[in-house]
């Protein structure tokens, strides 16, 4: 961990069903007193990490622009260095625990990161790449000073002198002369009078205009409005008749509404786009001022949140005051995006707890399942995710625990795949189906075995999980953890019986 004190790593998130943002990480120069945050603690064995032995931590600064996130605070905590030198890293904010859990593996070089979300391992393709910024040395210019204090001056006294208008030589006056004269002298040429309705010279170009429409002075009288003639009145309606081809301006008039139509829709697109954006980024004075031009339910039509609405952006982004004002403006609750997922299925695959209870209170519905391919429900998301709060919140919701997607598997299948012991405890504790098969006669404890998932293998075979199910391939549990060598796995089965 020493190596990474007052290190600058630069490098790119790139998600694969979102848009590439540039990352920076600035660590500090020491690392956090003992002992470690009791909030640091908690994450750590809620993922089964270490939390003694060489497990340290240190403050780092995230930055990502893209994202609205300037340095912003995270916890750094480390592994105890392994045999080649890497160590992995887990990051969490303190202050706004909504912004989620980072997995980050520290090279034995020094010089890169990778890593991605909480359930990134090691082997998987990296979400976020990032390399150390080495800080090359500043060549120092020569300073050149004046020779004297007099020529600096002498100088500085030209260029303020510089700044001052020449005077203009005054031309002398003709001499007159009595003996010579080839002729009278010439009269002063007399300046031409100002038409009607020009500023006068005293009062400036800022002035009221005599008998003008925008008088500035009080007590000037205003023109009166100009009466057209029959005639002339139709020719303003009708630019056809001073041409005198009745069908040219017919397109002309056509292609015009066309392309005020058109700039009205560019409009009225870049309008939807920037609420959707400002929802996203929690900016309340721009969504007031916009939510009365487009209301809260339209979707942005393009760039970053194409699909989206107001609600599923904040909900995506955590912004608590934002979806409370949405919801005050009477949003959609029901609504979905493309894929069919509504604002509650963004919040929970994004981990915002606070949001899922703001829209679970505003009764938003527990069941909806997206359309096909997926037909994912939003208590199968939270089971495949760490936060077990947010699993809970939507069981006692009402939440189907035994709803199955397209491939047939339910909740407790999603929980036992990515090991997440905290949901099985809650999935279990409602009397979910631990047998279930799905459509390939997969049980939740053979996709724990064939994950390597023993400590959910522990669970659910204390939760009376059969061993012995096989699938549609005749393999049962143990089959499954030896095929893909789960040593732990296949040490919990045999004290097991399995």
């Known amino acids: 961990m020493e190596a990474l004190c007052g290190a600058t790593f630069d490098g790119h998130l790139d998600p694969p069903d979102g848009q590439k943002c540039v990352v920076q990480y600035k660590f500090e120069d020491a690392l956090l007193p003992e002992p470690m945050p009791p909030?640091?603690?908690?994450?750590?064995?809620?993922?089964?990490?270490?939390?003694?032995?060489?497990?340290?931590?240190?403050?780092?600064?995230?930055?990502?622009?893209?994202?609205?996130?300037?340095?912003?605070?995270?916890?750094?905590?480390?592994?105890?260095?392994?045999?080649?030198?890497s160590c992995r890293l887990l990051l969490q904010s303190l202050k706004r625990p909504e912004l989620g859990l980072t997995v980050l593996r520290f090279e034995s070089g020094g010089t890169e990161l990778i890593g991605g979300d909480e359930t990134w391992e090691h082997g998987e393709t990296p979400i976020i790449k990032m390399?150390?910024?080495?800080?090359?040395?500043?060549?120092?210019?020569?300073?050149?000073?004046?020779?004297?204090?007099?020529?600096?001056?002498?100088?500085?006294?030209?260029?303020?002198?510089?700044?001052?208008?020449?005077?203009?030589?005054?031309?002398?006056?003709?001499?007159?002369?009595?003996?010579?004269?080839?002729?009278?002298?010439?009269?002063?040429?007399?300046p031409p009078q100002s038409p009607p309705g020009s500023p006068t010279p005293d009062r400036g170009l800022l002035g009221p205009i005599e008998g003008g429409i925008a008088s500035f002075g009080m007590g000037e009288r205003r023109q009166k409005p100009v009466q057209l003639r029959a005639s002339e009145a139709s020719l303003l309606r009708r630019p056809d008749l001073v041409t005198g081809d009745a069908s040219k301006p017919t397109k002309d008039i056509r292609a015009g509404r066309a392309e005020t139509q058109a700039e009205f829709e560019a409009a009225k697109a870049e309008g939807e786009e920037r609420l959707v954006s400002a929802a996203a980024f929690g900016e309340i004075g721009d969504m007031k001022l916009l939510i009365t031009q487009h209301g809260p339910d339209r979707p942005a039509p393009e760039g970053r949140y194409a699909g989206l609405t107001p609600l599923m952006a904040?909900?995506?982004?955590?912004?608590?005051?934002?979806?409370?004002?949405?919801?005050?403006?009477?949003?959609?609750?029901?609504?979905?995006?493309?894929?069919?997922?509504?604002?509650?299925?963004?919040?929970?695959?994004e981990q915002r707890p606070g949001v899922v209870r703001q829209l679970l209170q505003a009764k938003a519905m527990v069941n909806w399942a997206a359309p096909s391919p997926e037909q994912v429900t939003a208590l199968m998301l939270a089971a495949g995710r760490p936060r077990a709060e947010i699993c809970n919140a939507l069981l006692k919701a009402g939440c189907n625990k035994e709803a199955a997607d397209e491939q047939g598997r339910r909740a407790m299948h999603f929980a036992a795949k990515r090991g997440i012991g905290g949901n099985l405890v809650a999935l279990l504790s409602v009397r979910a189906q631990a047998n279930a098969q799905d459509s390939d006669g997969c049980t939740p404890l053979m996709l724990a075995a064939a994950a390597g998932r023993a400590d959910s293998v522990k669970l659910l075979l204390a939760s009376r999980a059969d061993p012995s199910v096989q699938d549609h391939q005749g393999h049962c549990a143990a089959v499954l953890a030896e095929t893909f060598e789960h040593d732990r796995v296949l040490r919990v089965l045999a004290g097991a019986g399995g």
Do not use: Y
Not at 40 to 69: D, E, K, T
């Open 39 to 85: 909030k640091v603690q908690s994450q750590r064995r809620a993922l089964g990490w270490p939390v003694r032995n060489g497990v340290s931590c240190v403050l780092a600064q995230c930055s990502i622009p893209q994202l609205g996130m300037t340095n912003e605070e995270v916890v750094v905590s480390s592994d105890p260095v392994a045999k080649d030198g």
């Open 131 to 190: 390399q150390r910024r080495i800080a090359s040395p500043r060549k120092s210019r020569p300073v050149s000073k004046p020779k004297n204090s007099n020529s600096s001056s002498v100088t500085r006294r030209a260029q303020f002198d510089e700044t001052k208008p020449e005077p203009v030589p005054e031309k002398p006056a003709a001499k007159r002369s009595s003996q010579g004269s080839r002729g009278p002298a010439r009269k002063a040429p007399t």
């Open 314 to 349: 904040a909900a995506q982004k955590g912004r608590e005051e934002a979806i409370e004002f949405l919801l005050e403006k009477a949003a959609c609750l029901e609504i979905t995006d493309p894929k069919g997922w509504t604002p509650l299925m963004h919040a929970v695959q």
